[in-house]
């Protein structure tokens, strides 16, 4: 087959379109005044920034004044988990409940606050990647300050009860927070009718630069500031305002949840051929609920061989993909959210996580399928490991 040049992962971060880019280099050009400023250039910004506001506000069924701009993902994990919990503890709360697999963001907020004497429950995530509404409930004690749990896995895709378990802090008035970065775009979200109270999501996971996202948080829902200083944010988040960025933001969050189920069937069709091809391989195994998942992930596990090795060889091959996250590729640990599942250890070593989108053609994923197979079959070829794996049981995941 003739080399071609894939990205293949868009869990990871995708290209700037085309048309956020220009909205970008406009506002760039054409709008630098400071929102704040109150000549006409000031106005014509502050106009702008609140324009930008209201539409992405709608594209989440958010007030635009509980839109909180901030730098992506991670800091909004970080400002609604810390200060969630920084707000209740005055009146005794001091309790958290996440899941085991929740991207670091949430889960290194979590561990900080405990080393500051906050408990926090890790719900489990099952062999098919989902957390149980019942386990959040019957987790929930008097002091339980926050419940967060991930929208969208960003490893294997699965997608979690959200309005379920949204529904039971509801209930039961615990705040809730999701981070979902990797559901914007790809999922419908209706805030207020789903009563989730906070939600994090970052603009380069749907064709906007890195480097800017937002909170949302409820009206009454009162955190601490993130940042002292200026009015910007209604006082919460000080700081001159990333305008151009923003008004990317803005158009790639209304492109990206636009005819959201005709894309999602196209590359669902996609993925599932892609994984009917990959399974044909002996003792490979695909992680995750296979239905309750994001229409563009796939991910692999092959016995015998290292995730690393494979990425490097079909980086030759002109794909990029990953074996995990980003974030944890470069240590040799398998990835957190596979052992979650119950993977076994050396089983996880050998992941492959492929994200499309639906630009994708077949011939794509036919070459995909082709140089994987391949791949697969060499590193095994000169593989210890597999020698021995061969005579063993098979890890019961197909
Ligand atoms: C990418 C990602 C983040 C981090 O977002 P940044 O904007 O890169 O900080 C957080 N959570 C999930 C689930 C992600 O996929």
Redesign the pocket.
């Known amino acids: 087959m003739k080399k071609r040049f894939i990205y293949a992962d868009n869990?990871?971060?995708t290209a700037v379109s085309d048309e956020v880019i220009s909205a970008v280099m406009h506002c760039m050009k054409n709008v630098y005044g400071n929102p704040s400023s109150l000549y006409d250039r000031g106005t014509e910004a502050q106009r702008l920034l609140i324009n930008s506001r209201e539409r992405i506000a709608g594209c989440i069924g958010a007030l635009p004044n509980e839109i909180y701009f901030t730098?992506?993902?991670?800091?909004s994990?970080n400002w609604a988990i810390k200060g969630a919990a920084h707000a209740q503890e005055k009146k005794g709360k001091k309790h958290i409940i996440t899941s085991q697999f929740?991207?670091h963001?949430?889960l290194r907020s979590c561990e900080s606050l405990e080393k500051q004497g906050f408990e926090v429950t890790y719900l489990p995530v099952y062999k098919n990647g989902i957390v149980q509404p019942k386990d959040v409930a019957n987790a929930i004690r008097p002091d339980t300050a926050l419940v967060t749990i991930?929208y969208?896995?960003?490893e294997i895709g699965t997608i979690q009860p959200i309005e379920e378990i949204a529904a039971i802090c509801h209930d039961k008035g615990i705040w809730f927070h999701t981070?979902a970065?990797?559901a914007v775009g790809h999922i419908n979200i209706n805030v207020h009718e789903q009563h989730i109270d906070m939600l994090?999501l970052?603009?380069?996971?749907f064709h906007a630069p890195?480097?800017i996202?937002l909170l949302y948080i409820r009206r009454g829902i009162a955190i601490p500031n993130l940042i002292d200083g200026g009015a910007q944010e209604r006082g919460k988040r000080a700081g001159t305002e990333n305008l151009p960025y923003i008004v990317g933001l803005a158009t790639a969050i209304e492109s990206a949840c636009r005819d959201i189920e005709q894309k999602n069937e196209k590359t669902a069709a996609l993925r599932d051929r892609l994984t009917e091809k990959v399974l044909k391989i002996d003792r490979s195994y695909y992680n995750g609920d296979a239905r309750q998942r994001l229409a563009g992930n796939a991910n692999y596990c092959f016995e015998g061989i290292e995730g690393e090795g494979l990425l490097l060889r079909l980086n030759l091959d002109g794909i990029s993909a990953s074996s995990g996250?980003a974030c944890t590729s470069g240590s040799l640990d398998p990835s957190h959210v596979l052992l979650s599942l119950g993977v076994p250890k050396e089983v996880a070593q050998g992941s492959l996580r492929i994200t499309i989108d639906e630009n994708f053609t077949e011939d794509d994923i036919d070459y995909m399928a082709d140089r994987i197979t391949n791949t697969v079959a060499y590193l095994r070829g000169f593989s210890h490991t597999w020698d021995t794996v061969q005579n063993e049981e098979k890890y019961p995941g197909k």
């Open positions: 869990a990871a971060t730098s992506g993902g991670s800091e994990d929740e991207h963001a949430v991930m969208a896995n960003n981070d970065v990797q994090s970052s603009g380069h996971k890195k480097g996202g996250s």
